[in-house]
């Protein structure tokens, strides 16, 4: 692998920022770094720049161990949340100022900081200063800055944060273009979930200094390996279940109202075992599915309502006080009519689309 995080620890005082945290990127690779506050992806990625040192494990690059490298022999390149930009400087200086440092001439200045801005899309924008140009544009900067020196891996930590949503979104369409044009490893740092699932070519999830579980968006969104990635990636129904039989490639379970449901064999399941199963809640429906998709069914009342343009979440009270949340999408409303509630009705979602969590004899 091109990037070799193994076995990196770090504490400040008693608090663990980081717990033996291993993962290897591939040379060309967008991968992103997610979790809440605190989760440490943050202190990783300036463990990789070099402005953190671990207190043990070793970080490779190209199979070179880096961790006595300073960060400005890594070449890595680094944009933050806050952009750090010189005010007295002209976008064409600020641009060139890494180049300047590394002593590279003038006329190659000129050639390389020409082609960030124009991969960056801000060509005829060299004169102006950082406080004439809107937040987008000022990331922009930011990024043609750190993508004009070539580097290694190109580290973005929350650098979308301080954006509208809408800019938010613009950008980060912009920052996967770049990324196709120029092929570099790149290490993208945020909290949120929907950025992380849209950008990434993989998605590593942390929380507590621990790397729960790394892999492709869709991966770790439909097949989450906890608990935590589970709910921590958008809505979550988490069942707790009783299996009663355990078949072929089926196991047989009851939720605690007695309703009687079906979920995909996964490892050593035995009857009388309590699991927990996810279902997402696009998968769960009002209305049954055309053809002949084997679904669980429930019954279930209307609790409320939320609608979200695009569609509505429908809060729903089963039996056994078991709630349910279901993902109504825009067309559905529009064939079927709005439900309301207090409205009785059953909910049908693919017996496929279960995921047992975690079991306990």
Request: proline share 5%.
């Amino acid at each position: 692998m091109y990037l070799e995080l193994n076995h990196l620890s770090k504490r400040y005082d008693n608090v663990v920022a980081i717990d033996d945290v291993s993962l290897s990127i591939a040379q060309g690779e967008f991968v992103t770094f997610l979790g809440p506050s605190g989760s440490g992806k943050s202190t990783i990625l300036r463990m990789i720049a070099g402005f953190t040192r671990s207190d043990s494990g070793y970080i490779k690059l190209n199979g070179e161990l880096i961790q006595e490298k300073p960060p400005y022999k890594r070449n890595l390149g680094i944009v933050f949340q806050d952009y750090s930009l010189f005010p007295h400087m002209t976008v064409q200086q600020n641009v060139a100022f890494g180049l300047r440092m590394r002593k590279v001439s003038k006329e190659e200045q000129a050639r390389r900081v020409a082609d960030a801005l124009e991969t960056v899309r801000l060509s005829g924008y060299e004169k102006r200063l950082p406080n004439q140009l809107s937040g987008g544009q000022r990331q922009r900067v930011a990024l043609a800055r750190a993508i004009v020196i070539e580097p290694l891996v190109l580290l973005l930590d929350e650098p979308l944060g301080a954006l509208d949503r809408k800019l938010r979104e613009e950008m980060q369409i912009e920052l996967r273009r770049i990324h196709e044009a120029l092929g570099v490893t790149t290490i993208f740092v945020t909290h949120d979930q929907e950025e992380a699932l849209t950008m990434s070519d993989r998605v590593a999830i942390l929380s507590g200094g621990q790397l729960h579980q790394m892999g492709t968006p869709y991966g770790v969104y439909e097949r989450p390996a906890t608990d935590f990635v589970a709910d921590f990636l958008g809505r979550a129904n988490l069942l707790q279940l009783a299996v009663v039989a355990c078949e072929d490639s089926l196991i047989k379970a009851k939720l605690p109202g007695g309703s009687l449901i079906s979920v995909p064999a996964i490892g050593e399941v035995a009857t009388q075992d309590d699991i927990q199963v996810l279902v997402r809640p696009e998968h769960i429906s009002f209305y049954p599915p055309a053809g002949d998709t084997p679904c669980n069914t429930v019954e279930c009342a209307v609790e409320r309502i939320s609608y979200h343009g695009s569609g509505a979440y429908a809060i729903l009270n089963g039996p056994g006080d078991v709630q349910l949340i279901a993902y109504i999408s825009a067309r559905e409303l529009a064939e079927h009519g709005e439900a309301h509630q207090g409205q009785r009705i059953t909910v049908y979602w693919p017996i496929s689309a279960s995921t047992i969590l975690s079991r306990r004899a």
